[in-house]
């Protein structure tokens, strides 16, 4: 109970200056005879959707996982702006929303649904296909960061990157997550230090960061992007 009421008020602690990404995501587990006619689903509902100004959607194929991570595919709803987000998400309603969402029941095995939001943005704007995130239970937030941060100014990383919190539909602990992205399949196989400096400073944040608890990484290929 004294970690879980720790990890409470980190989320109201932890902050940095600069523009934010907040985030909501819908993993499915769909199952595998079913994958086109989910896929055919979301699009058919998504391409006809009025999105709210200064948001988007992602939809995605999750190749790469963990043993108990059971999604195949993510939604990912996005916006600068909390407000436009949660005008997003509460615009999902209506006939046609209970007819996507009764069609598509029929195809899913499983299915939930995890909030968060960005405390630190590199290469805001660049859009790559292919996204790795790497999930963490933190205790120390600010010291966290502060350690991804300092790697930051050595490491340098071609595609989008972020650090930031998952504040909404935790099931393991995790808190905290490092966000980056690829253009290619052979980029994501090649990341990592590319000479002594990076090295170095790769393993100054494993040493920072050792006590903290690194829960799972996964793997998400995009689709479709609708906004």
Known sequence: MKKYLYLITLLLSVSLSGQQIFWYNVYLEVKPSELKNVENLVDGFYSNFDFPEGTSMGFSTIPLKGESFKGTHVL????????????????????DWDLYLSEIQKYIISGRSSAGKSLMLINDGVDYPIGQ???????DGNSFVNSFSKLMKTFKFDGYLAIGQVVHGTSGGENMYIYGTYPDLNSAFNFGAKNDAESK??????KETAKEDFIQSFTRVLIKKYE
Request: charged share 15%; proline share 0%; hydrophobic share 40%.
């Open 76 to 95: 990912s709803f996005s916006s600068k702006s909390s407000e436009s987000l949660a005008n997003l998400r509460t615009s999902l309603s209506g006939n």
């Open 133 to 139: 995130a790497w999930v963490f239970s933190v205790d």
């Open 201 to 206: 400073a790769f393993d100054t944040f494993f």
